[in-house]
């Protein structure tokens, strides 16, 4: 005699696990297919793009470059007759100035101006070497 099934518990069927397993195997190769494919077409737009912001960035560095070198003469020309006449103005300020108020601004004004003059003059050979295109 059979007896009747009394629990609350609901039986299921099992699915046949080789054809599932191929099923999702198959949805699986063609997503990663267009996926790759996807990818692929991505990075050669975005390797595209960063080529030509690349280039458009070294044509721009180059520009600032040559302009920079073509001015480099008569800014380093200045510079030096600034900073050379500064060092020049400190013995001159420091032994002709004797009980002068002013003398110690003087000095410090024509050192900070000597100073920065030959910094900004070897800073602007700096600059152009790290800009060089090489």
């Not at 180059?62 to 600034?82: A, C, E, V």
Request: hydrophobic content about 45%; aromatic content about 12%; glycine content about 6%.
């Amino acid at each position: 005699m059979s007896e009747a099934n009394t629990s609350n518990v609901l039986p299921f069927k099992k699915p046949d696990t080789a054809t599932l397993k191929d099923k999702q195997n198959e949805t699986h190769k063609t997503e990663k297919k267009e996926d790759a494919i996807t990818v692929h077409k991505k990075s050669r737009v975005t390797g595209f793009a960063v080529a030509t912001l690349f280039f458009a960035l070294m044509l721009v560095r180059t520009f600032i470059y040559s302009f920079m070198l073509w001015l480099r003469g008569p800014i380093k020309f200045l510079l030096w007759i600034t900073a050379a006449t500064m060092w020049l103005a400190v013995p001159m300020i420091f032994f002709g100035m004797q009980d002068d108020p002013e003398k110690t601004k003087l000095l410090l004004f024509s050192l900070g101006i000597g100073i920065g003059g030959t910094m900004v003059r070897k800073g602007y050979d700096y600059a152009l070497e790290l800009l060089c295109p090489r």
